[in-house]
């Protein structure tokens, strides 16, 4: 049986092609100003990668902010219900799953059949998502994808405010002037994103295995961030962005499983 | 600004000024104190000659705070006749107070704006709204100026001057005239949900493409930053008369709007632009008074 989950970002849109239990295409692009438009080319595109066209999927499935704008969907899932889904697909050990987006960051506590048991959402501030990073790599004149290795090379954090992407990018801008580390001024760009996230979890407890998935986790600088301040090591899937896409694809499994009794 | 660049116009840029009392005469025989207000995006320094507000600097702050505090005594002693070293007592307060070289204390920005809302409002003043670069204070305070609680609400800039000067930028409107183009609409809007003023980057040019004036949009952000600070007011326990200090009190949209929020009052404003206090000033003031009442205490003992 072929299903395809559709996750459309406040940044990105992703798409999944699932055959079987098994991922036979992904894709993904910048949602832009259609995410309608940008959802229908990752589909093909992912499909493409499957070798199948729009005709062989059986149901599709679609999760993330713009739901309400996904081309195809039969269905739709939560965004925490995606997570726990594919978080325990991929990582059956998993407890807690964490889920830090670009605009959003997320925790989820679920049961071993992947079922959300709870949650805590942080929305509605850049200080705590990905935005954050984005911004201070900017203040920085530091490529994004540079920020986290570059912050593994500072041994302590600059003292900036980094509560807030308006203040912290004033602040950026007179430690520049002073000559500050850039590294340090990195590290504390991770480190108070991963003081907000681990508040979070411990509002719900630390239940390990602690799962990271979303765009965010990608990136080795708040790994390194989080896991200092957790005091463990969170388990990372390969494509960690692809999850919630994922989790969509799998929903969407079990909904047309359900059908076709 | 005609001709040039708009892209490169800084609409959030507001005005340095300064301010001498006429009719204040002062001796060598006088008790003349200053305070200096260091806050994170404007340093105020007031002087004051026996309890009386005398003249008064604005202006912005730097990325020194030393070099602030010095800029803005400098400007409020201008044309005064008067030297750094004629000052009896110098306090430093605000943000960077620790950073304020030629003060003699150092006194927190809550107590000093207590004082000096006391001071322009006098005292029926209960509660004190500041509203500063970086953070909202409410502050609740007695007859004397003297404070009783207070509330603060830090780490966000939605709401505080410096995320004004933000949407200024964005919809390209000069700082000082944002207020009052935000109350030209014809219905309020709903305010936006999301107050955070990185997201609003985003969210506002949204909302211009799908059609709203820049008037609808600039009066849906101030609503949702009217409704944070009423918000803030009503957790400390809002009691009549009610002020507000620091920058944004000079922000018609905020006023008017918590006004409706709240169902009371401000006591007016003073006419800061011809010969009124400004309340912007309030945390100088009320340093340059504690000031004095420190220096007096020192004479007795």
């Not at chain 1, 999944?16 to 692009?29: E, M, T």
């Not at chain 1, 499935?61 to 219900?81: C, E, I, K, L, Q």
């Not at chain 2, 004051?48 to 008064?56: D, E, F, Q």
């Not at chain 2, 107070?97 to 003699?104: L, Q, W």
Request: aromatic share 6%; charged share 25%; glycine share 10%.
């Amino acid at each position: 049986m072929i299903t395809c989950g559709m996750d459309l970002g406040t940044q990105r849109v992703k798409a999944v092609i699932l055959k079987d239990g098994k991922v036979v295409g992904r894709a993904q692009g910048f949602s832009g100003f259609d995410p309608t438009k940008a959802a229908e080319k990752a589909v093909s595109d992912a499909l493409k990668e499957a070798n199948l066209t729009l005709s062989d999927v059986k149901h599709f499935s679609a999760t993330g902010s713009a739901v309400d704008m996904a081309p195809y969907a039969n269905s739709t899932v939560s965004m925490m219900g995606a997570d726990a889904k594919a978080g325990v697909f991929l990582v059956p050990a998993a407890r807690t799953i964490i889920d830090v987006g670009a605009e959003e960051a997320r925790a989820l506590k679920c049961d071993e059949k992947g079922i959300m048991v709870d949650f805590v959402v942080n929305e509605r501030c850049a200080a705590g998502a990905g935005a954050f990073i984005e911004a201070m790599s900017r203040a920085l004149e530091v490529k994004l994808e540079e920020m986290g290795p570059l912050s593994l090379k500072a041994e302590r954090a600059s003292p900036i405010n980094a509560s807030c992407v308006i203040f912290g990018e004033s602040d950026v801008v007179s430690l520049i002037h002073r000559q500050e580390s850039k590294p340090e001024i990195a590290r504390a760009v991770f480190d108070a994103m991963a003081d907000r996230v681990s508040s979070m979890i411990h509002r719900l407890g630390v239940n390990p295995e602690v799962v990271l998935v979303g765009g965010v986790a990608k990136d080795v600088g708040f790994v390194a961030s989080l896991n200092r301040k957790l005091g463990l090591s969170v388990v990372i899937p390969e494509y960690p962005d692809y999850v919630g896409a994922l989790g969509a694809a799998l929903t969407a499994a079990s909904r047309a499983a359900k059908e076709a009794q | 600004m005609s001709g040039s660049d708009p892209s490169k116009e800084e609409f959030w840029r507001w005005q340095e000024y300064h301010r001498i009392v006429p009719d204040i005469k002062w001796s060598s025989k006088d008790v003349i104190t200053a305070g200096v207000d260091v806050g994170s995006v404007g340093s105020k320094a007031a002087v004051m000659v026996n309890g009386k507000a005398y003249s008064w600097g604005i202006t912005r702050t730097g990325a020194n705070s030393p070099e602030s505090a010095n800029k803005a005594l400098d400007y409020a002693l201008k044309d005064t006749g008067l030297k750094v070293s004629d000052l009896k007592f110098i306090v430093g307060t605000g943000y960077g107070r620790v950073n304020v070289p030629m003060a003699n204390k150092a006194i927190t920005e809550i107590a000093c704006h207590a004082k000096g809302a006391n001071y322009i409002w006098g005292p029926s003043v209960r509660t004190v709204l500041d509203v500063g670069g970086q953070d909202i204070k409410a502050i609740k305070i007695d007859e004397t100026g003297r404070v009783v609680s207070f509330l603060m609400n830090d780490k966000c800039a939605a709401g505080t001057g410096r995320g004004m000067e933000v949407f200024a930028d964005l919809l390209q409107i000069p700082i000082e005239d944002i207020g009052e183009i935000s109350l030209t609409v014809e219905k309020e809007p709903e305010p936006v949900s999301c107050t955070c003023v990185a997201f609003a980057k985003t969210e506002a040019m949204g909302l211009l493409r799908k059609g709203w004036s820049k008037e609808k949009v600039l009066a849906a952000y101030t609503r949702a930053m009217a409704v944070r600070m009423a918000n803030l007011i009503n957790r400390v326990g809002l009691e009549r008369e009610l002020v507000v200090t620091g920058g944004q009190s000079k922000n018609r949209g905020i006023v008017s709007r918590i006004e409706t929020i709240l169902g009371v009052k401000c006591l007016p404003m003073p006419n800061w632009r011809e010969d009124g206090l400004d309340p912007m000033v309030a945390g100088a003031l009320g340093a340059a008074l504690i000031g004095k009442a420190l220096y007096e205490k020192a004479q007795k003992t």
